[in-house]
């Protein structure tokens, strides 16, 4: 294996599904698309990742279960708990997992042209929060559709952001979205006697992380309609009404993050002020 498929085999393993194209410009967006395609059949005919391949659709690649345990030996990344389970079953994820890794791309194109840092692996796809009650029982989990990690330079000054991204892909009734919210607040709001009242939250992030959700999967023009009606919604839920000022939460389309970059006024606040804002905003 020479430096890209190694690199490609670890991209795969993290973010289960990966298009060709998305392969290319996560590793080296310098190779041809030729040169891309033969590494990656590369590593197909060693067993170590395989393809999906269907109509009107990116070819998607993955790593197989002995593409995994060359990952894991090399233990550049921590080990994860799943393996792709069947074809039937990456059909199904092939869409939302590809918008999730696009969403990524925007970031790590970003930091590219900027010299900030984010790179392949700075988001955690499928993060669980559990939180308990004092018996130990568990009382919910919010499960973040990615963690995502980025270094921003500023003046000469760096600073850590990080995100909790949540995509639809126009799924979904637009208030079973909203209430998604309503977890992140618990989570947020969680502080368990036995920590001596601190929340839980603080023993994984530094600082509360924004949500940021991304809408795809529609015209650009209902993905906007989406966005104005989460924004209803939002606004109209108490709870969410309650944490403004705790909790961040803003919302973008996929469209306009991939056109303009997160670091341009592409995503709306959910509460207050509707004039658009960059994904990051002020340090809170």
């Known amino acids: 294996m020479d430096t890209f498929q190694r690199d490609a085999l670890t991209t795969l393993y993290w973010h289960r599904l990966v298009s060709t194209d998305q392969v290319a410009r996560l590793v080296n967006p310098a190779l041809s698309p030729i040169t891309v395609r033969a ?16 109509e009107h659709r990116p070819r998607t690649w993955h790593v197989t279960s002995a593409g995994a345990e060359v990952v ?7 080990a994860r708990a799943y393996r792709l389970p069947s074809a039937t079953v990456a059909h199904l994820l092939q869409e939302h997992t590809l918008d999730v ?19 392949p692996l700075s988001w955690t796809p499928e993060v669980a929060h559990p939180f308990q009650n004092r018996t130990g029982e568990r009382r919910g989990v919010v499960i973040a559709d990615a963690v995502l990690h980025y270094v921003l330079e500023e003046a000469g000054r760096r600073s ?17 979205l909203a209430r998604k919210l309503s977890g992140y607040i618990r989570y947020h709001d969680h ?34 309609r989406r966005l104005a009606d989460l924004r209803a919604h939002a606004d109209a839920m108490p709870a969410v009404i309650a944490a403004a000022g705790r909790v961040d939460m803003i919302a973008t389309t996929l469209p306009r993050l991939r056109a303009d970059g997160p670091l341009e006024p592409v995503a709306m606040p959910l509460l207050g002020d509707p004039r658009h804002v960059t994904v990051f905003g002020r340090l809170s």
């Open 101 to 119: 890794v696009e969403t990524g791309l925007a970031f790590v194109e970003c930091a590219r042209r900027r010299g900030d840092e984010c790179g």
């Open 160 to 176: 850590q952001r990080t995100l909790f991204v949540e995509l639809d892909r126009a799924t979904m009734p637009v208030a079973r």
């Open 191 to 224: 502080a368990p006697a036995e920590a001596g009242g601190r929340p839980l939250w603080r023993q994984r992030y530094p600082r509360f992380p924004r949500l940021l959700i991304v809408l795809s999967g529609a015209k650009e023009h209902l993905l906007e």
């Open 72 to 78: 894991e030996a090399a233990g550049g990344v921590d």
């Open 39 to 54: 590494k990656l059949a590369g590593l197909r005919s060693a067993g170590l990742a395989d393809r999906i391949t269907r």
